[in-house]
């Protein structure tokens, strides 16, 4: 009898214990990549680590906006190794084919390019005007002068193209290399028949002054699920939007054609809209486009990878309580900005360092929770 209940009791051990570790092979991870150009080669590196410890296997989605929906992108299809090389020997021979689309590293180039000026100005006053004080004062007023009008010049020729019109307006740069190499690495196949979903954001430019100056903007980017769109074209097409930094790059004309994902379910746009990178925050864009893989029912846990150390991510740091999701945030142990700051110009060293940091702090975060977890 005590033989029979032995039986019992290991069998239902068994099957509890099969339950157990099934249930965990099968929670669904959604993984969210942060927007910031250039720095975007750190997510490779936590992709990396993410394919050699076997936890991709769990992944269900993907979102992000900039170079992180272009990474989601090239993931499909590429070994973590292939994506780094082209990274390392592609992106890294033109930088400006993914620059950071934060404000704050616009301002600050400019500022620093303001004070080189003034120096000039001071020069200049020095070697007219004798006394100091004078020098000094001269050069505030054909600085603050310099200043005010390049600020105006800025809104009426460059900010403003992009709330008040509907029609495309020019960037900068010319990006034709980046599409060339989107339709040489993006394949539409690989992200059709993934087992995770590719999800990319980019900003309708249609009626965003109303949203702006009203002060609902909030997010008023567009979500398009990669899978669903008809074309190679409309896949590449979405990414050069989602990756289209306001100023440096043209907006980009998507065909009525293309399918968005807003409210969850696909539905042809029926208007042909001019887009804008998604990422940017002045213009409604979302830092992290996390709502995708927070409204899915299927995703348990969301892996969050910031491109902004602890001290700078501010508001963008997530409140995991409010997500109704197991939040695991992944934050640069280092500064990106060391790396990408236009002063001195990204290079491929400099990418593989982004990369190598990425994987690190995944490792080290992922170490952590397993060790926690077997305690």
Known sequence: MNKIKLLILSIILLIGTTFFVNAQSNRHIGLCLAAGGNKAAYHVGVWKYLCESGKVKSICGISGSSMSAVNAALFAGHTADEVQTIWEDVISSNPTLALDISMASMLGNATSEYAETIGLIYESNKSNVNSKSEIILNTAKDSAVIGSRALVSFIKDSFWKYLSTQDKVEGLYNRDELTDILNKYILPDAIRN???NIYAAAIRKEKLALKSVS????NTATIFRLRDQSSADDIVGILMASSATPFAFTTVTLPQGVIDYNKGKP??????????????????GRYLSIDPLLNDKNVYEVIVVYLDSAAKLGIHKLDANKMNKNIIEIIPSMDLEMFTNTKTPIDKTKIHQLIELGYSDAKTIFTNIDSQEED
């Open 215 to 218: 002060g609902i903007a909030g």
């Open 194 to 196: 993934a087992k995770y």
């Open 267 to 284: 539905k042809a746009v029926g208007k042909q809209y001019e887009y804008l990178d998604g990422g940017f925050g002045l213009c409604g």
